[in-house]
């Protein structure tokens, strides 16, 4: 049963890796090949970060009706993510985008998700990897159609190393935003960090992490398809112009389905609430500072 569990784990990561997000500029055939982007990391594993953090909540009244921020939770429809210990990370991602959209709604922002059941957004899906592509092209539209101030696209991790744990923000530095998306990336990583360290729950700082490399294929690199430039796609086949993002946006990691620790906060709806409330701080410090 072991064997099998790690074989369903590893076939789940599979396919997260597969669909995370990879811009499609790159031949398909190289995807066996990775590379490990630069991370940096603010603190060392499992610290408490003591630099104190202005209370969020109270003083964001400011914000109201200023700010338009599209939260994306991952995967979708007949792509699951990373599936382990009984967390399907294309629901756990739907939870967690509810639990923050409410939070930055007391606060004043308007928030836009890209789909709020377990099916891909409903402008954009169908089956295999076409439906995967046209569902990431749809959450960019969606963002820019709503003229958003900021993209978060919210996944959870998978590893088949099962120690792997903790949360990371992916930016993109191949944009003329490229700064406000590592500072936002900088911004979400130290509050969610912040927050759930706070609340004791020790969670592994990983740091932040360019995506412009997030996977080398033939020598080249393979961004994330949500957070990359423009550039070209493929949708049945054929090659299509991709419309790229036109505001700063990251990707978070929240967490490890892989690893047991992770999943046991995963499964925990106090530590859920926690994280989703630093993630939402993260985003209002982000707005606020602009
Ligand atoms: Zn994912």
Redesign the pocket.
């Known amino acids: 049963m072991r064997v099998r569990l790690i074989a369903a784990i590893t076939s789940a990561l599979a396919l997260?890796l597969a669909?995370?997000g990879a811009d499609v500029r790159a031949p398909a055939a190289a995807t066996t090949s990775t590379s490990t982007p630069a991370v940096e990391v603010n603190a060392a594993p499992g610290t408490v970060d003591a630099k104190p953090l202005a209370t969020p909540m109270s003083a964001t009244a400011a914000l109201d009706g200023k700010y338009i921020v599209t939260l994306d939770p991952?995967?979708g429809g007949d792509e699951s993510?990373?599936a382990a210990y009984g967390v399907v990370?294309k629901d756990s991602n739907v939870d967690f985008a509810l639990r923050v959209e409410r939070y930055l709604q007391q606060s004043g922002v308007e928030v836009v998700v890209t789909r709020r059941d377990t099916n891909y957004p409903p402008g954009g899906g169908g089956t295999g990897r076409d439906g995967s592509r046209a569902s990431l092209a749809e959450r960019v539209r969606l963002a820019n159609a709503a003229n958003s101030d900021v993209f978060v696209s919210i996944?959870?991790n998978g590893s088949p190393d099962s120690s792997a744990r903790g949360i990371e923000v992916y930016w993109e530095s191949r944009r003329e935003f490229a700064d406000e998306n590592k500072r936002l990336a900088r911004t979400v990583q130290d509050r969610l960090i912040d927050t759930t360290n706070r609340a004791g729950y020790g969670i592994r700082d990983r740091g932040i992490i360019d995506s412009s490399c997030w996977r080398g294929a033939a020598g080249r690199c393979v961004g994330l398809f949500v957070l990359s430039p423009g550039g070209q796609t493929t949708l049945g086949g054929s090659a299509q112009a991709k419309v790229p993002s036109l505001m700063p946006g990251v990707l978070v990691e929240l967490l490890f389905i892989s690893n047991t620790d992770d999943v046991a906060l995963l499964k925990d709806d106090r530590a859920r609430d926690t994280i989703a409330q630093g993630l939402a701080w993260g985003i209002l410090d982000f707005l606020k500072s602009r």
Request: glycine letters at 20%; one cysteine or more; charged letters at 10%.
């Open positions: 997260s669909a995370c991952g995967h993510g990373a990370e996944h959870s």
